[in-house]
Nanobody, 125 residues
């Protein structure tokens, strides 16, 4: 099974930028999609972005055009560059690795079976 560990995060003012990183370890990493989800207080965990094993990128509608996901197959990392941050981006951000055999689509929570502990992102106005 894949293990993932997030780093980065912190506090920033509205309009600022942050970069999150996730280090993955385990077997056959190239066959896994790696993704970012987030969860605000009192809300459900929601899809943010994903990088598939086919090197395709996917974004949630609320972050499209502002966030960029990238993947380094040599270092086994996936990063999330977050620009033009808004107060509503405040949440705990989780990195996740999927189950390649899952029938769920890449944006669905239940496709992922390896999760990091999360890192807090706070955007203040």
């Amino acid at each position: 099974q894949v293990q993932v560990v997030e780093s980065g995060g912190g506090s920033v003012e509205v309009g600022g930028s942050l970069r999150l990183s996730c280090a993955a370890s385990g077997r056959a990493l190239s066959s896994h999609a790696l993704a970012w989800f987030r969860q605000a207080p009192g809300a459900e965990r929601e899809f943010v972005a994903a990088f598939s094993f086919e090197n395709r990128t996917y974004y949630g509608t609320s972050v499209k055009g502002r966030f960029t996901i990238s993947r380094d197959h040599v270092k086994n990392t996936v990063s999330l560059q977050m620009n033009s941050l808004k107060p509503e981006d405040t949440a705990v951000y989780y990195c996740a690795a999927d189950n390649p055999r899952s029938l769920s689509t890449i944006i669905r929570l239940d496709r992922y079976n390896s999760w990091g502990r999360g890192t807090q992102v706070t955007v203040s106005s």
